[in-house]
């Protein structure tokens, strides 16, 4: 147990160390702050979309393949974020790089709603996209800077925050929509980039210029360039992260137009987006754990598989019959983003594998994953139907279980990249 120095009379704490311990405080809180609320931003401008994409649609003049296009923006940003945000860690430091991608959150999501054009809309929509992603890259390392005493919590803390801000845009985009206008319902959520600066500007003054300097939770040991490359690790990883990432946008594009088109109202086409997300959340919280009791987790993918292709055919066959279980097992199948992201450490042995092995996942996989909502939407207007888009998802999760077979092998990168 920590000793406690205990203030007497005789012996008053001196203004000095009140200063330093209030300091401390003010610091990790206002960090746990900045964290939380930047975590809230980084899913908002995808759910809050989608249930408005068709209403948005006819109101601007874009047609379904537009959409598409929409859809495949997060991911290419997504990409995009994590070959640049190494670059501004470089130039800024992290803190200064989170408050870089919250600037560029908000603003995005406000100016997208006061233009009318197609081109606005999309251009604007990319760059709130790319301050996601850039937080996407730099929270997790902040969390390991000021919080390695209570990392577990706190990154607990933080995907929670990430999936409640998945969850609540999904619900309620189309009932503010409805008693406001589209454009109320999509712009909101700038408030929320522009509230999460407020923290991250008090701890750039708190730190005073020293966070450049910081580098505590950055790789040292980075490997030489162009090694991950040639590990079957790193492939195998690359596909299972891909993969899902493309089921899972091309569906948050997608559900609510596919319940529509069945008969659901978009009030019902939203609620069901949200509860995709909360049945993320689950998985989120869980699959960490399951995969690290498994000295190779892939029957674990199999099963996410299982329950991939039962909500394809529930969606496809009989989307009305009982969505509510189609919505529920489609949200289980992306159980296997988490178990990805768990496996970059335990197929590692050193910091600077697991960032190699990190970025190259995220950056192939992402790169990879934004054709998905593209495609998917491409063919249902070449069709007319649903069948060849579900068909396309059910030949990435063959691409996913093969890569899973590559990645939940027990080995670790370094051994197989030279």
Not at 143 to 157: E, G, I, M, P, Q
Not at 162 to 170: F, K, N, R, S, Y
Not at 316 to 322: C, D, N
Request: glycine share 10%; net charge positive.
């Amino acid at each position: 147990m920590t000793a406690t120095l205990q203030k007497t009379p005789t012996q008053p704490e001196s203004p000095q160390v009140g200063q330093r311990r209030r300091a401390l405080t003010e610091g990790r809180l206002l960090v746990l702050a900045a964290i939380v609320m930047s975590a809230l931003t980084l899913r908002v401008a995808v759910t809050a979309f989608s249930p408005l994409a068709e209403r948005i649609g006819n109101d601007v003049g874009y047609g379904t393949a537009v959409v598409g296009v929409f859809g495949m923006i997060p991911t290419a940003m997504f990409a995009l974020s994590g070959l640049l945000t190494p670059v501004l860690v470089r130039r800024f430091g992290l803190e200064r790089t989170a408050l870089i991608a919250m600037l560029m959150a908000g603003t995005g999501q406000l100016v997208r709603v006061l233009l009318s054009g197609t081109a606005e809309l999309l251009v604007f929509s990319a760059l709130a996209l790319a301050g996601m992603g850039i937080g996407n890259v730099v929270i997790p390392p902040l969390v390991k800077r000021y919080f390695a005493d209570r990392l577990a919590v706190v990154s607990s803390l933080y995907i929670m925050s990430v999936q409640l801000g998945t969850v609540v845009p999904a619900f309620i985009a189309v009932p503010i929509a409805d008693a406001h206008g589209w454009r109320i319902s999509l712009g909101l959520w700038a408030v929320l980039g522009f509230a999460a600066m407020v923290p991250w500007i008090g701890v750039l003054r708190d730190r005073r210029g020293r966070d450049v300097n910081d580098t505590t939770a950055l790789p040292t040991d980075a490997p030489r360039a162009g090694r991950v490359w040639r590990s079957p690790v790193a492939w195998g990883m690359a596909g299972m992260f891909g993969m899902t990432s493309l089921i899972t946008y091309a569906m948050f594009t997608w559900l609510p137009k596919i319940l529509s088109d069945a008969g659901a109202s978009a009030g019902f086409g939203g609620s069901m987006l949200g509860l995709f997300a909360v049945v993320g959340l689950a998985a989120a919280l869980s699959a960490p754990t399951i995969v690290t009791r498994f000295r190779n987790p892939f029957p674990v993918v199999v099963g996410c598989a299982v329950f991939f292709i039962a909500a394809f055919i529930g969606l496809l066959v009989a989307p009305m019959s009982v969505p509510i279980l189609w919505v529920v097992l489609l949200g289980l199948g992306p159980s296997t983003f988490p178990m990805a992201l768990t496996l970059i450490n335990l197929r590692t042995n050193t910091p600077g594998g697991s960032a190699a092995l990190s970025g190259f996942t995220q950056g192939v996989g992402y790169a990879v994953a934004c054709i998905g909502p593209l495609l998917f939407g491409v063919l249902h207007s070449v069709t007319d139907g649903w069948l060849a888009p579900f068909a396309l998802l059910a030949v990435a999760v063959l691409v996913l279980l093969a890569g899973a077979w590559l990645a939940c092998k027990p080995r670790m990168l370094e051994d197989t990249w030279s």
